[in-house]
C-alpha cells in the first residue's frame, strides 16, 4: 500500500494548467521536499520530470514545476499541451531506506 | 552518454527463479557515489521499488519484497543483476532498471536515466 496518495485523472484542455497532487499517508516518508516526479507514456522508459521538490532536469520544459506545501507535493503542468497526456508518478525516499511511488495520476489532454 | 538495457527471460513458470540483467554504459558502478536500481510496473498498476546496489557493494531491498531479492553487480561487466525467486501471476509487469540520479552518499534521491523495460510474464 502507497504512502504516497495521489488523484487517479486530471484532465485539462490544450493551454490550460493543471497540478497533480501527492499527499504523505505514512510517516515513514522522509524529507517531502525531495519528491521527484516521472512522466510515464506508454511502452516507453519513465522520465524523470522534477527532482529535489521543484528542480527541473535539463532538456525539461519550463511548463513543469513542482512545489510543496505541508504533506502535500505538487506537480503543475502549465501550457497543457497534447503530449504531456501520460501517467505521472511522484516518489519519495522513506527512512526505511526504501523508496516509494505514489499511486499515479492519468492526465488527460481533452 | 548514460544508458541502460534490461534483458531477461520474457515468460517464467510459476514458482520459478527470475533472473534479469542491467547492462550499462557511460558509467562505472566502481566510481564513488554511484548506485543502480530495479523497479517494476505490473499492468496498468503503479510504479514499485525493488531494490536498490550501491559502488561499495551495500544493498537495499523492498521490505514487502525483500526474501525474495537479491541484486548484484558485475562491475567488470558493467552489469546489474537482480534474482527474484518464487515467481507468482501477480509479479508479472515491466521491469526496469534506473541509475540514480545524485551520489548514493544519502539516500534521498532520485531514477535518471531509465532503461526501456523488460516484460515479464509469470504463466503456467
Known amino acids: 500500500q502507497s504512502a504516497l496518495t495521489q488523484p487517479a485523472s486530471v484532465s485539462g484542455s490544450p493551454g490550460q494548467s493543471i497540478t497533480i497532487s501527492c499527499t504523505e499517508t505514512s510517516s515513514d516518508v522522509g524529507s517531502y521536499k525531495l519528491v521527484s516526479w516521472y512522466q510515464v507514456h506508454p511502452g516507453k522508459a519513465p522520465k524523470l520530470m522534477i527532482y529535489e521538490g521543484s528542480k527541473r532536469p535539463s532538456g525539461v520544459s519550463n511548463r513543469f514545476s513542482g512545489s510543496n506545501s505541508g504533506n502535500t507535493a505538487s506537480l503543475t503542468i502549465s501550457g497543457l499541451q497534447a503530449e504531456d497526456e501520460a501517467d505521472y508518478y511522484c516518489c519519495s525516499y522513506t527512512r526505511s531506506s526504501t523508496y516509494v511511488f505514489g499511486t499515479g495520476t492519468k492526465v488527460t489532454v481533452l | 552518454q548514460v544508458t541502460l538495457r534490461e534483458s531477461g527471460p520474457a515468460l517464467v513458470k510459476p514458482t520459478q527463479t527470475l533472473t534479469l540483467t542491467c547492462t550499462f554504459s557511460g558509467f562505472s558502478l566502481s566510481t564513488s557515489g554511484m548506485c543502480v536500481s530495479w523497479i517494476r510496473q505490473p499492468p496498468g498498476k503503479a510504479l514499485e521499488w525493488l531494490a536498490r546496489i550501491d559502488w561499495d557493494d551495500d544493498k537495499y531491498y523492498s521490505t514487502s519484497l525483500k526474501t525474495r531479492l537479491t541484486i548484484s553487480k558485475d562491475t567488470s561487466k558493467n552489469q546489474v543483476v537482480l534474482t527474484m525467486t518464487n515467481m507468482d501471476p501477480v509479479d508479472t509487469g515491466t521491469y526496469y532498471c534506473?541509475?540514480?540520479?545524485?551520489?548514493?552518499?544519502?539516500?534521498?534521491?532520485?531514477?535518471?536515466?531509465w532503461g526501456q523495460g523488460t516484460l515479464v510474464t509469470v504463466s503456467s
Open positions: 534506473a541509475r540514480m540520479g545524485a551520489d548514493c552518499y544519502s539516500g534521498e534521491n532520485w531514477f535518471d536515466p
